[in-house]
C-alpha cells in the first residue's frame, strides 16, 4: 500500500482503542504523535506542532465528540476528522456544531487520509484569502424557487427531466445553492439516476424532525460531484411510512433558506403528500409522455387541481418523446389538457443509455437534440421567472 504523503504536516491520532494507534501509526510509516486520551491530546496539542487530529472509533459517538468540541475552539487553524465506526446523522450533527472538518467512516485507508489532509490545504487558503467584496445588492435573506415535477402515470420521464434540470441549474448557477428532493418515498431513484450512493436519507431527517434544522439538513445531504445537493429517498419501501406529509413539507421549509433552488423529484400519485408539496411550490411541470394512457391521466390530475382551485399560472406543461412514433397532434393534447405545452423532450436512446451509465445527458452529450430538450426545460425554471421572491400565491389553496 502507498505510504500517504504527509508534507511535513503534524497529526495527531486520539484513541482509547491501542489497535486503532498502532494501525493509525502503521499506515503513515509511524511518523505521527498519538494519545489514547482527550487529557493526553491536549498536552501534546499545547506543543502548537499539531494541525490535524484524527479522532478514533472509540471516542467517535455523539457524546465523545461533544467532549471533544474543546479541541476546535481552542484551535480554530486545526483541523479537526471524526473516523467512526458507523456514521449517522447525530454524530454528523454533533461534528458540525463542535466545528470538526469531516466524518469518515472506519477503517481508514491512504485515501482517507488523503482526503483528511485536503482539509489543511483547504483551511490554509481560505485563511490567506481575501474576504469576499460585498455586494450591495444582494439580497440580505433568499428563499429557494421550489419546483415540483409531477405526472399522473408512472414512467413518464419525471425523474429523467428533474434530474437533468438540477444538473443544469446546478451548472448554470451556483451548484452549492442547488439541491434536489427525492419525494418518491417507496421508489425513489434520483440516486440511482446520478450514481450516488446515499449515506443517509430523508428517513434519517424524519428520525430527528423535532431537531429539525440547518445542520441536520447539511449533515444528511448527498453531494453530487456537480456541487448539487440531493436529499435521498429512503432505502427501502417499507422505509417510506416514517416520512409523513407534514414531516416533507417541514423539510421543504427547512430547505428554502438554504438554497435558491429546490426541484422536487415525485410519485405518480395524486396523493395528500403531492398536493402539500405543489402547495409549497412556486412552480410545477406536469410531465406528459406522447401516448394516450398519459394524457387521459394528465387531464384527469388537472381537473382535479382546478377543481382544488390550483393556480393554473403555476402549472407548465412539458411533453416528453415528444417526436414518438405514435405521434398524437400537439394541438389536440393542448387543447384535451388546456394548457400549452411550455417545453418538449424528444424520445432519443441516449436517455435510458444515461441513467444506466449514472450520467445524465445534459452533462453526457450536451449538444444533443435531447439536452436541447432538457434545456428548454431548464428555460422555464431559470428563465424570465426569476427566483423565488416573486412568489405570488402565499393564499392557501387547499383547505
Ligand atoms: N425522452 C426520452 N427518451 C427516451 N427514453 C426516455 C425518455 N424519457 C424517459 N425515458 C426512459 O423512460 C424510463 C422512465 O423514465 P423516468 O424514470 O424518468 O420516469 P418517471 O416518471 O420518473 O417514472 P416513475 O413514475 O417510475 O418514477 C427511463 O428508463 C428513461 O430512461
Ligand atoms: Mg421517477
Redesign the pocket.
Known sequence: MERPELDGRGILVVDVDGEFLKESSRLFDDEVATASSLADAQKLLADGEIDLVLLGPSLATESGVRDASFLAEDDSDLAVVVVAGSVNAGLLRAALRAGFVDVMEAPLDPQKITEATGHLQRMAKRRTSQPPPVEPFARPHREAKVVT?M?A???????????NLAIMLAKAHDPSRVCIVDA?LQ???VCL?LQLEPKLTIVNVAHEIDHLDESLLESVLTKHPSGLSVLAAPLEPAFADEVSTATMTKIVTALRPMFDYIVI????MLDEMLLSLLERSDQVLC?V?MDLPSIKNAKLALETLRLLKFPSSKIKLVL???NAKARLDEGEIEESLKLKISAA????????????EGRPVVESAPRSK?AK?FESVFKLVAGAEGKGSERSGKRRWLS
Request: charged share 20%.
Open positions: 415535477i405526472s402515470k408512472g414512467g413518464s420521464g419525471k425523474t429523467v427531466t428533474a434530474t418518491d421508489f425513489g431513484d439516476v423529484d415525485t410519485a405518480s410531465v409522455d416528453n418523446r415528444s423532450i424528444p424520445s432519443d436512446g441516449m436517455v435510458p443509455a444515461s441513467v444506466n435531447v430538450g
